[in-house]
């Protein structure tokens, strides 16, 4: 017989008891022999089972479950099990799909020497329906835990269970009441909200003597450009940054020709596309100097037979002309310098397909003047050609004729056609031939399977030189009994520096909120404690340092922070509120306090104070010790783990009452007012009451589910605040000087870690996301344990099938005893893009063999020591840079269908200057034409793009073409819908006059939008479609990074192939 029945009241939904005999109606039985984890199952009598856990993270699926049956009557899954000491928790799981919001658990489990009844209502959650036939019970999180579980059964309730529901539900209806009335006294008012300019609203525009480019950003926050702009005044960075660079796709069929380019920070302040869509192959890409000394970019395709042209572009994507080529077959190779008669500035075309026992070439003005001709005899030959500028007399260049199916490379005088032999070691896998930085070396490129070398020739000297030794090492920290693992050529041991800054800050414990300047947070008083800090990069291993601040404040030295409240409210002012206006902590193995949960609430000048000022004393520090030592550095990731989690299992997101204000601000932004937002959403704010979903039963608007609209608003506006605090992290280690690749984060990987894939339409009560962080332009890093790597989708997979292949992972343990599972996994690893891991060691009383089986998986992995693949691959170009005293060469790194193309600054033995440090294109861009069209008129009515869907950050809308006014006073404006509403703070409106003049505009998508459309029309004084405007050679295309996207359910990404063009700009 069962003990008595104890009802347990409460809406997590236990129902527990002692004296009942199970229901006799409509049940299923069910059986735990389905896959597992961390769990033994043995059939020990009929329908009797023995769960033997052995790790982390244990669960068993439920088999036998009907497909079909009454989900409204049957909704309890009930068993008697035996378990002496207890457990911490009992859990179901339902699907599909299985994720954070569809279980039921309740714990702790008491003690039980005999058959104990127990049992979890599932329908207590509103996740609970129809489709429901799936099953996983989780016996707790005890790895060392036996239980015995006999007659699993999915069945309905008991008269007993029926009856303890009723109280539970009348009780918990009491509570909710008193909750509600709570909340409305606390409510925020819109009428005092302030509304300081547009978050989500900025605008780029560039004029130059052949054009007008303009974009608009539709998440401001987030969009580096904007950022890091808007502070370099008033932050210069404390070293001195690398050239502008242009990046063309490289030799690739499946791409197109999209150009970025970006600026000294290394971001893409332009992207274009410099042919039709239709045209593909990957673009080559040179920069010369124009006309007003303004610096001109010259482009042509690099596989397109069809193309008899290269086109020149001003930095800001606007065509100049297109240049026609005569007597030449395409696709070209080109190259810019002083080639013509007198020195002037022209642009070299020859064939890039060699036949022949001539290759002709061409001079051609950048007016688009043919200004000689002639062709380099060769014995008959058929193979690439490459052609570069190198340094001739007087104040002229020559070419160098780079042929390596002929085994050779020439120094032509394109003047007189004087051709004479370079004796360099042209092979058939050779790319180039590039002149250096000292001003009398080259450089010879070529092809590799697996590493970066090049050719340095100095007069009768050569030198091969691994110009990517870094991008081969596997870096890993010796921790604890880690250090027993030694180190190899390319697997190696590096430290890792987690430092608090915020909480290094002398005024922390004791603030004065109101002030603000930067001095005050991180002055003088604090560079002791920085100084000390930045000794440990003189330690004998090199360091991936993480200078961050977290929401994990320390309770003690938090206190005022916690006390401090908000004037309006009354509530906390500066701390994570919960649903019920309780304010969050946190903790770790069995702590549940230690900290204090910080808002990331935006625009609250304290909170941003706080997280900004030391971080950027630190970095201005660090970036200097970097640069005179790169090699010695892993990378820096500024941030550690940010997320929003009230660490109850009852509250979705953060209400503070800045972040409930934050949310009207996000609203307004994307849906225009608060009337409109009442209309889409069905709720009844007024100017006096304003709040977030809070699942109180205040309206189907409150309701946590992904059918309530408005919760998803809710659920996008936390991944977007965790993402402006990210994209600030990221602001600051660009201002200090650090090159993007260089730039990491660490954050706990979403759905990979705290749910499942297959929950990808359900948010989680835990907002911890990475969708924009794989788009953001920086590179990328996250906190992972256990072992996937055997899983089809996966954190790893998902980072590297989108381009990444120089990842850090924060915080690892493998979390098995199976060394022989923990060094398959570090192998996938290093195959897959990850460059460093932080191998964690497991406290005492926890560890169950998992250090002693990572440590001897890292001896093996040493022992193989294998150079890390991925980013390396070959060499491309080589560009010569000088700014001021200094002088160094930038090369590209991977060339071939299987590389992305790395750009790297590197002094002439081949090591790392920390200039320059960027990946052009990590995942491939498609391109979708949206309008083509050869001639015609703006008048009267607009063009119209879209509706576009699943638009977010990674998204970009470019329109371009050629226009002129009818009368010289005209416009060419845009406008942006989002689900049909006009968000005229993002319009553009570029003036035309009556001669033709290149227009160029694009939307750059920072933020998760329902669905876009774009009307682009004209206008005259101000009023909209008034007045004409000619057109010719108008295309429309929207440009889509191909990332990995777990919130729409695309767990694969695209990587770019086939490498990078590139050249550099000239900086004064």
Excluded at 147 to 173: F, M, P, S, Y
Excluded at 835 to 846: K, S, T
Excluded at 983 to 1003: F, G, I, S, Y
Aim: glycine share 10%.
């Amino acid at each position: 017989m069962p003990r008595g029945l104890r009802p347990v009241l409460s809406i997590s939904a236990l129902l527990f008891a002692a004296g009942y005999v199970l229901a006799q109606g409509d049940e299923a039985p069910l059986t735990p022999t389905g896959p597992t984890n961390s769990l033994d199952v043995a059939r020990i009598g009929p329908d009797t089972y023995r769960l033997t856990m052995n790790g982390p993270d244990p669960w068993v699926v439920l088999e036998g479950a009907p497909e079909a049956f009454d989900h409204a009557e049957m909704h309890v899954i009930g068993f008697e099990y035996v378990c002496p000491e207890g457990l911490d928790s009992f859990a179901v799981y339902f699907g599909p799909p299985m994720g954070n919001n569809t279980v039921v658990s309740q714990g702790p489990v008491p003690p039980a020497a005999d058959w104990t009844v127990f049992a979890l209502d599932l329908s207590t959650v509103p996740t609970w329906r129809e489709t429901i036939h799936e099953f996983r019970l989780d016996p707790g999180n005890d790895p060392e835990a036996v239980v015995l579980i006999r007659n699993v059964r999915l069945r309905g309730l008991t008269a007993d269970e029926e009856q303890a529901k009723r109280e539970a539900e009348r009780i918990a209806e009491m509570e909710l009441e008193r909750v509600r009335a709570q909340v409305a006294e606390h409510l925020v008012a819109p009428a005092n909200i302030t509304m300081d300019g547009d978050e989500m609203a900025a605008s780029h525009v560039r004029t130059s003597a052949s054009g007008i480019a303009a974009t608009a950003v539709v998440g401001r926050d987030l969009d580096l450009v904007t950022l890091v702009e808007e502070a370099m005044g008033e932050v210069p960075p404390s070293v001195e940054l690398g050239p502008p660079i242009v990046a063309g796709q490289g030799d690739f069929a499946g791409n197109q020709t999209v150009v970025r380019v970006f600026n000294r920070y290394g971001l893409a302040e332009a992207q274009f596309l410099a042919y039709p869509p239709e045209v593909t192959g990957g673009v080559q890409v040179e920069v010369a100097g124009g006309a007003n000394g303004e610096p001109v970019i010259v482009a042509t395709p690099i596989g397109d037979a069809d193309v008899h042209t290269f086109r020149v572009f001003t930095p800001h994507g606007n065509l100049v002309r297109e240049v026609p080529v005569e007597d030449i077959e395409p696709p070209f190779s080109i190259a810019t310098g002083a080639f013509g008669p007198d020195g002037a500035e022209a642009v070299l075309v020859a064939s890039r397909i060699g036949e022949g026992d001539d290759i002709p070439y061409a001079a051609y003005s950048l007016q688009g003047e043919r200004l000689l001709a002639g062709a380099l005899s060769v014995e008959e030959m058929a193979g690439p050609v490459t052609v570069t500028a190198v340094p001739g007399v007087r104040a002229q260049d020559d070419a160098v004729f780079t042929l390596p199916a002929a085994g050779m490379a020439a120094r032509v005088d394109p003047r007189t056609g004087e051709a004479t032999p370079l004796a360099v070691g042209i092979g058939r896998r050779s790319g180039g031939v590039y002149p250096l930085a000292d001003g009398r070396s080259f450089a010879v490129t070529g092809a590799d399977p697996d590493l970066s070398t090049l050719q340095r020739v100095d007069g009768a000297a050569v030198r091969s030189i691994n110009v990517g030794a870094r991008e081969n090492v596997f870096w890993f920290t010796p921790s604890g009994m880690y250090g027993q693992a030694g180190e190899g050529r390319y697997t190696k041991h590096a430290e890792f520096q987690h430092l608090r800054l915020d909480f290094a800050s002398p005024v922390v414990g004791d603030p004065d909120f109101s002030r603000t300047e930067p001095d005050y947070w991180a002055g003088e008083a604090m560079q002791p404690t920085i100084r000390g800090m930045l000794s440990a990069y003189d330690r004998p291993n090199p360091t991936c340092w993480e200078p961050c601040f977290t929401h994990r404040w320390f309770y003690g030295r938090a206190r005022k922070w916690a006390e401090a409240t908000d004037p309006e409210t009354g509530l906390p002012a500066y701390v994570l509120v919960d649903r019920k206006n309780r304010i969050g902590t946190y903790g770790e193995f069995g702590q549940t306090d230690a900290f204090v949960t910080g808002s990331y609430a935006p625009a609250v000048a304290p909170i941003e104070s706080l997280y900004t000022y030391p971080q950027r004393a630190f970095l201005k520090g660090l970036v200097e010790r970097f640069r005179q030592d790169p090699e010695h550095f892993v990378a820096v990731e500024p941030n550690h783990e940010m997320e929003i989690n009230a660490e109850s299992p009852d509250t979705h997101g953060d209400y503070n009452p800045n972040m409930i204000r934050g949310f009207y601000r996000y609203l307004v932004s994307l849906y225009g007012d608060l009337e409109t937002v009442n209309a889409l959403f069905g709720t009844e704010f007024t100017d006096q009451a304003f709040d977030a979903p809070r699942n109180l039963g205040r309206g189907e608007w409150d309701e946590y589910s992904s059918q309530n609209a408005y919760y998803m608003a809710w659920m996008r506006y936390m991944d977007y605040v965790i993402y402006r605090v990210v994209a600030g992290t990221y602001r600051e280690a660009l201002l200090a000087g650090f090159p993007p690749e260089a730039i990491k984060c660490h954050q706990i990987p979403d759905l990979y870690a705290i749910s499942s894939l297959t929950a990808f339409s359900e948010p989680a009560q835990r907002v911890t996301p990475i969708d924009w962080m794989l788009n953001a332009g920086v590179g990328y890093g996250f906190t992972r344990y256990g072992v996937w790597y055997d899983d089809e989708h996966n954190v790893v997979q998902g980072a590297h099938s989108s381009g990444f292949d120089s990842v850090l992972v924060g915080e690892y343990q493998s979390l098995t005893p199976d060394s022989q599972q923990a060094l398959a996994q570090l192998r996938y690893m290093r195959d897959h893009g990850i460059q460093f891991i932080h191998c964690m060691v497991w406290p005492e009383g926890h560890d169950q063999g998992f250090n002693a089986a990572l440590t001897e998986a890292l001896q093996a992995l040493v022992a193989e020591d294998q150079p890390r693949p991925g980013v390396t691959g070959g060499t491309g170009q080589v560009r010569p840079v000088a700014i001021g005293e200094e002088a160094y060469d930038v090369v590209s790194l991977g060339t071939g269908e299987g590389r992305t193309g790395l750009i790297k600054s590197i002094r002439e033995d081949g090591s790392w200057t920390g200039a320059v440090y960027l990946v052009p294109f990590r995942a491939h861009v498609a391109v979708t034409p949206l309008v083509q069209a050869d001639a015609g008129t703006f008048a009267g009515q607009p063009l119209a793009l879209g509706p576009l869907t699943q638009v977010a950050a990674g998204n970009l809308v470019e329109f371009s073409c050629m226009a002129r006014g009818a009368s010289g006073d005209e416009a060419l404006e845009l406008r942006l819908y989002h689900r049909g509403i006009e968000l005229p703070q993002h319009r553009l409106r570029l003036p035309v006059t009556d001669e033709w003049k290149h227009v160029r505009m694009a939307v750059r998508i920072q933020v998760e939008m329902d669905e876009i459309a774009l009307e682009i029309g004209p206008a005259r004084g101000g009023e909209w479609l008034q007045g004409e405007v000619e057109f010719s050679d108008l295309v429309a295309t929207r440009h889509t990074e191909m990332t990995t996207r777990l919130e729409h359910g695309v767990f694969a990404g695209e990587r770019h192939r086939g490498g990078v063009t590139f050249d550099v700009f000239e900086v004064d």
